[in-house]
């Protein structure tokens, strides 16, 4: 379809709660998850929310596939290419962990930010099939971090001490960093 523009933090659309899905399987709804993937592809990101492209609907995808050799992410686990709509999480326990996160709508910054390490999510795919997982790790993050778009939250609210909130170059002058 086509790679779309990404907005970028202090865009207001980025901070809004987006909307149910209602309907399944529609050709508006495939265009937007192939839009979706168009766009996640082309900028070598881990993750991306339908609101990060101006749509205001409950509708995220994420995947890094090792294999694929992704140069922003090279160590994270491999996570399958997933499409979820409506998504709900549920956190095991209070447990969290900390690690490091970028975003498409904030380039060339990355923070540490405390996610909760397993989870079970549930939502359904773009025909409207149930999707029901337990994960942890990166997979758990990046889940977390696609959701909180849906609830206009971006990952620097998140951030307990802002001491770790930089410029990725400085921060990892040696490596990649994956952005979300
Ligand atoms: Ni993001």
Not at 80 to 99: G, Q, R
Request: hydrophobic share 40%; with cysteine.
């Amino acid at each position: 379809m086509a790679v779309k523009e990404v907005l970028k933090m202090g865009d207001v659309r980025l901070l809004r709660r987006a909307q149910e899905v209602t309907s399944f399987g529609t050709p508006e709804l495939r265009a937007l998850l192939a839009d979706m993937h168009d766009t996640m592809r082309a900028l070598d990101g881990a993750g991306l929310a339908a609101p990060q492209i101006g749509v205001n609907l409950r509708v995220v995808i994420f995947g890094a596939e090792k294999a694929r050799g992704n140069p922003r992410y090279p160590d994270a686990a491999e996570v399958p290419l997933t499409a979820l709509v409506n998504p709900v999480i549920t956190p095991f326990s209070d447990a969290a962990e900390e690690d490091w996160e970028g975003c498409l709508s904030v380039p060339g910054l990355r923070g540490l930010v405390p996610r909760y390490a397993r989870l079970r999510y549930r939502g359904n795919d773009g025909h409207g099939a149930p999707v029901d997982r337990t994960v942890s790790g990166f997979h758990a993050r990046v889940v977390q971090h696609e959701c909180d778009h849906l609830d206009g939250i971006l990952y620097p609210m998140r951030i307990r001490d802002l001491r770790n909130f930089g410029f990725t170059e400085v921060l990892f002058p040696d490596g990649a960093q994956r952005e979300e």
